[in-house]
T-cell receptor, first 109, second 116 residues
Framework: KNEVEQSPQNLTAQEGEFITINCSYS?????LHWLQQHPGGGIVSLFM???GKKKHGRLIATINIQEKHSSLHITASHPRDSAVYIC???????????FGTGTLLAVQP | ETGVTQTPRHLVMGMTNKKSLKCEQH?????MYWYKQSAKKPLELMFV???????ENNSVPSRFSPECPNSSHLFLHLHTLQPEDSALYLC???????????????FGQGTRLTVV
């Protein structure tokens, strides 16, 4: 079992829908990252958070340290949001960055 | 555009070939990383360089040889690879060593490597 689990693994949405991607982890962490990977392969860092909530444009990330859970929300989704969204935590016994397997999001027009 | 540039974007090589992947950043970052991304698997950290010194080698086979000649450039030299080494190889950089705190990393576009 991975130390970082994401759900769902695949998600298809219609343009304009509100989207939620979840990340649960089983280790103590100092920070959690949400990353976006486009079909070409490049990865963009969306958020880095250790508590509370952050907002950037239509993206919102929240984290609940007690429940070891984070969510990434996308409001008014658009086809250009189609990508793989990866949750990564820094922590565990080795204090290394541990990646989830990602959530493949497809937003249809 | 993240400021981290990788070349080539695609590479096909035979098992007896020697090739090199290049990563370049002019963000003034002190730490650079090589990651491997295989299909359906999480990202795997391969090497970390902090101020040009290798600080981590995550049990990577010796057929992968990193080189960091200066803080802006990172290479991954490839030699006698196996077909299972086919993957997306991503370079990243950060202001300070990613392990040292909640520092954000900037990733390149990756090199799609196919070993035949």
């Amino acid at each position: 079992k991975n130390e970082v689990e994401q759900s769902p693994q695949n998600l298809t949405a219609q343009e304009g829908e509100f989207i939620t991607i979840n990340c649960s982890y089983s280790v103590g962490i100092s920070a959690l990252h949400w990353l976006q990977q486009h079909p070409g392969g490049g990865i963009v860092s969306l958020f880095m958070l250790s508590s509370g909530k952050k907002k950037h444009g239509r993206l919102i990330a929240t984290i609940n340290i007690q429940e070891k859970h984070s969510s990434l929300h996308i409001t008014a989704s658009h086809p250009r949001d189609s990508a793989v969204y990866i949750c990564a935590v820094k922590g565990g016994a080795t204090n290394k960055l541990i990646f989830g397997t990602g959530t493949l999001l497809a937003v249809q027009p | 555009e993240t400021g981290v540039t990788q070349t080539p974007r695609h590479l096909v090589m035979g098992m007896t070939n020697k090739k090199s992947l290049k990563c370049e950043q002019h963000l003034g970052h002190n730490a650079m990383y090589w990651y491997k991304q295989s299909a359906k698997k999480p990202l795997e950290l391969m090497f970390v360089y902090n101020f040009k010194e290798q600080t981590e080698n995550n049990s990577v086979p010796s057929r992968f040889s990193p080189e960091c000649p200066n803080s802006s450039h990172l290479f991954l030299h490839l030699h006698t690879l196996q077909p299972e080494d086919s993957a997306l190889y991503l370079c990243a950089s950060s202001q300070e060593w990613f392990q040292g705190g909640g520092t954000e990393a900037f990733f390149g576009q990756g090199t799609r490597l196919t070993v035949v």
